[in-house]
């Protein structure tokens, strides 16, 4: 029988579905990756909590999460290989407005749906071999969960944190339910895609622009260690600016319009006022005159959303209020006007419009015929519209003051002091980002646990009554209907007054969905305690999360509602730290053929059918190997059949080793020690880089130094050998744990793999005795030299222009110049 046909036979025999099944069993039953609380309390081990986001059970897991959860995975290995107690927890982010969709048309309970979809998941997840700690799992929609999402809204409120008020909010009339901020995209709902309009209501709300300041300030501290487009789009959605308030004196009234601008030194080109028409503002200063004109605009700014009436490109519209104000700089008068640009929430809900140097100013003054003067000079031969950039001032004087000539920072803070002085503004600091709605009109979701008495006012439910529970609703009974379905439950909402006793009613709203994950991590460290929201020691212990693995499309919405949480907490002392995620890594999105995968383009990718056909530990080998973490996978130019090939040919080292386990290395072959230890120290480097895929590509050159070694001389028997087979199965299990484990098993250790510990890299192998050194000539290459890693550039300049190869390409012409970069490349430039 020839080699090649008993590599066959060898490669056939690995059953890559039989040994899935065998080591699921095993793991089980040894249950390897249960983190020990009181190793971590005691100091014994240093920690590292390992944190990917979980997932909505909406079905069994996809090519998303394979990705995911595979990269997360090696860092979670690694660690542990690297002996430091690692909590690897997972459950499910379960309420929300799909499993309740669902349940409406399909007239069941939305926890039928729900808890289903989980124990599909669940099976998937422990069949891809993730490092999971089990012992740990939770979900939200379980009562032992919302019970204390309850009490922390009221912990909230009793700091005033939490707090309801009326103001105009985001409605998605498909989903029948308000909005957040964030949770409009391009006008559009998050989840269902419809138009969103506004709605006047009275809602709750967490006041998380009580730490806009700290929030803002603490991303200069993540920054080293979170990407930079997470860092960029908080800064961005907190929007921090420096100005000031100016006032502007109604004429005729006591009112007195104050307005935010970033740019005090424009206020002498402030030729009109613009209010938000759907601000209360503009409903109290418009004249009587003019009311028909206002109410019949202000409904249709009430029909687009945020996004759209702050487009650039937006036609501009607006009414004349029919009152004018005083410019404090100038002394003239200056129309008031109504326009949607304007937004209500927005600093004070009215703008200076000064439209020599705003666009939108620009625009709206010009169609309706207003002034414009500039306040900034424009560079020679500007022939723009409104110049938004620096320059000297012009047009800014009056009796008091002057500041023509200035530069804008400095006509910036002698503006602001000339205004504190007369009592007509003050320096500030704003921000875009606005309190946090977390009120939802829909029943899936944790019940807001205030009870509403015509007595007592807003009355919270008592502690030792949590958790408020849902009822058990159905299909046709959760329909939306612009209101909470839990409104029309009647034995469940009418309740007597804690306070008085008197007739009350429970408050009908649900919490929005991203209150649950701001705090799940949390809840990780002590999942089974049934006195607490958490354990504080043990959090203390555990946190921050030594990395947080999921996808950039939440670097707004859950990162920025964590962030505050966790800072709530701290006030609270329930908490010592103020950040919840030391380091943070997003990964791309698995798209095929180009594009991203959908049935209407019949370009899907089934995770399910990969797993048969491939295996496990081929499908991640390839989701790791594809390329940085980061960049997205197109799977139409992956070959998981690549990949399982290779797992192949390194499970195949590991029967061919014939030293007994324990045999020292260091009589075996010289070169393979120095492949198997700078692969090591490589590999560890590259992890802890977050270089996934070049780790691979490295274990993949020590598989083929081995076989080589093998089969051209040292033989099966050497010490190296072992020493090489072993390292691969350690460094393979942080990405191909089953065939780890095989390998580990042939190689005569007992499972498991993951607790083999990371090899002591020997320091002396990793100097190179000689280096490669290229020679180019007019851009070719013309001579390898063998040089000392430590070569001078003067010694490798002339070794290379000494060399017969080099003398005969340049062939008597003069050498113009040598560049040297010692040790690897020397180019003659001739």
């Not at 899907?604 to 991640?620: T, W």
């Not at 260091?666 to 692969?679: I, K, M, N, Q, Y």
């Not at 691969?728 to 083999?756: C, F, N």
Request: aromatic share 10%; hydrophobic share 40%; with cysteine.
């Amino acid at each position: 029988m020839s080699e090649q046909t008993e590599q066959t036979e060898r490669d056939a025999a690995y059953d890559v579905h039989a040994a899935e099944t065998k080591w699921q069993r095993v793991w089980r039953e040894m249950q390897p990756f249960t983190a020990d609380d009181e190793v971590v309390l005691s100091g014994a081990r240093e920690k590292r909590y390992a944190l990917t986001m979980f997932p909505y059970p909406s079905g069994d897991l996809h090519m998303g999460h394979a990705e995911v959860t595979a990269l997360h995975d090696v860092v979670a290995r690694y660690w542990r290989q690297r002996g430091y107690e690692v909590m690897n927890p997972m459950g499910w982010d379960s309420f929300g407005l799909p499993a309740e969709n669902a349940a409406i048309k399909n007239d069941e309970h939305p926890a039928t749906y729900t808890y289903a979809n989980i124990d599909t998941q669940l099976e998937s997840f422990q069949n891809y071999g993730i490092s999971f700690d089990w012992t740990r799992r939770f979900n939200t929609s379980d009562p032992s969960y919302y019970r204390w999402t309850q009490w922390l809204f009221l912990k909230f409120r009793e700091r005033g944190l939490a707090y309801r008020k009326n103001s105009p909010v985001n409605w998605c009339p498909q989903d029948q339910t308000v909005l957040a901020n964030e949770q409009v995209v391009d006008g559009h709902c998050e989840r269902c895609g419809a138009e969103v309009t506004k709605r006047e209501l009275t809602q709750w709300y967490f006041r998380i622009t009580e730490y806009a300041q700290e929030l803002h300030d603490q991303l200069d501290v993540l920054a080293p260690t979170w990407p930079e487009r997470v860092i960029t789009a908080q800064r961005n959605w907190i929007g921090r600016s420096e100005g000031a308030h100016v006032e502007f004196p109604i004429e005729g009234t006591d009112e007195v319009l104050t307005v935010y601008t970033t740019r005090p030194d424009t206020v002498f080109g402030a030729t009109f006022m613009v209010v938000a028409a759907d601000a209360a503002l503009a409903d109290r200063l418009v004249t009587d005159e003019q009311r028909p004109a206002f109410e019949a605009y202000r409904e249709e700014v009430r029909k687009a959303s945020e996004i759209e009436r702050q487009s650039t490109d937006r036609p501009k519209t607006g009414v004349d209020l029919g009152v004018t104000a005083v410019n404090p700089l100038t002394g003239e008068s200056i129309p008031v006007w109504a326009a949607d640009y304007v937004l209500a929430d927005y600093g004070t809900g009215a703008i200076m419009a000064v439209p020599g140097q705003d666009q939108r100013d620009w625009d709206f003054a010009t169609k309706f015929g207003l002034p414009i003067v500039r306040t900034v000079q424009p560079p020679e031969g500007w022939e723009g519209e409104a110049y938004v950039g620096e320059g000297p001032a012009i047009n800014s004087a009056n009796d008091e003051i002057s500041l023509d000539g200035l530069e804008v920072e400095e006509a910036k803070t002698r503006i602001i002091a000339w205004l504190e002085d007369k009592g007509r503004g003050t320096g500030t600091v704003n921000f875009r980002l606005r309190d946090w709605l977390l009120s939802r009109q829909r029943y899936w979701g944790v019940p807001i646990p205030i009870i509403h008495c015509d007595r007592c006012g807003e009355v919270p439910v008592p502690e030792d009554e949590l958790p408020v529970e849902l009822p058990e609703l159905r299909g046709a009974d959760l329909k939306p209907k612009g209101v909470s379905p839990l409104a029309a439950a009647e034995d469940w909402v009418s309740v007597d007054c804690p306070q008085c006793g008197g007739a009350a009613r429970r408050d009908s709203d649900t919490m929005d969905t991203f209150v649950d994950s701001s705090w799940y991590m949390f809840r990780f460290c002590s999942p089974n305690d049934d006195t607490q929201a958490f354990d504080p020691a043990l959090v203390n212990a555990w946190m921050p999360c030594d990395i947080y693995v999921g996808g950039v499309e939440h670097a707004v919405l859950h990162l920025l509602y964590a962030r505050f949480f966790t800072k709530a907490l701290a006030d609270m002392g329930m908490v010592d730290f103020r950040e919840p995620f030391a380091a943070q890594l997003n990964q791309g999105i698995v798209i095929n053929q180009g594009k991203k995968m959908s049935k209407s383009l019949g370009n899907g990718v089934s995770l399910g059918e990969q797993l048969r056909e491939y295996g496990v530990d081929a499908v991640r080998l390839t989701l790791v190997f594809a390329g940085p973490p980061e960049d997205d996978i197109d799977w139409a130019d992956m070959s998981p059949a690549g990949s399982l090939r290779f797992l192949q040919r390194a499970r195949r080292l590991a029967g061919d080793v014939t030293s007994e386990p324990g045999t020292d290395p260091a009589s075996g072959d010289d070169e393979l020690r120095r492949v198997t230890h700078r692969t090591l120290q490589e590999a560890a480097d590259l992890v802890e880089g977050y270089r996934f895929n070049v780790m691979v590509a490295r274990v993949m050159e020590l598989v083929n130094a081995t076989r080589k070694a093998i089969d051209s001389g040292a033989g099966p028997a050497d010490p190296a050998v072992r020493e090489a087979a072993e390292a691969v199965a350690i460094v393979l299990s942080l990405v191909a744990p089953y065939t780890a484990e095989e390998m580990w098993e042939l190689l005569g250790h007992r499972p498991t793999v993951a607790d083999a510990g990371w090899p002591t890299v020997d320091e002396a192998l990793l100097v190179e005795e000689s280096v490669t050194c290229v020679v180019q000539v007019k851009g070719k290459v013309r001579a390898r030299l063998e040089v000392s890693p430590d070569v001078t550039d003067a010694d490798l300049e002339a070794a290379a222009l000494a060399d017969p190869a080099v003398q005969r390409a340049i062939d008597g012409a003069p050498v113009r110049k040598v560049i040297v970069r010692a040790p690897k490349l020397v180019n003659v430039v001739v």
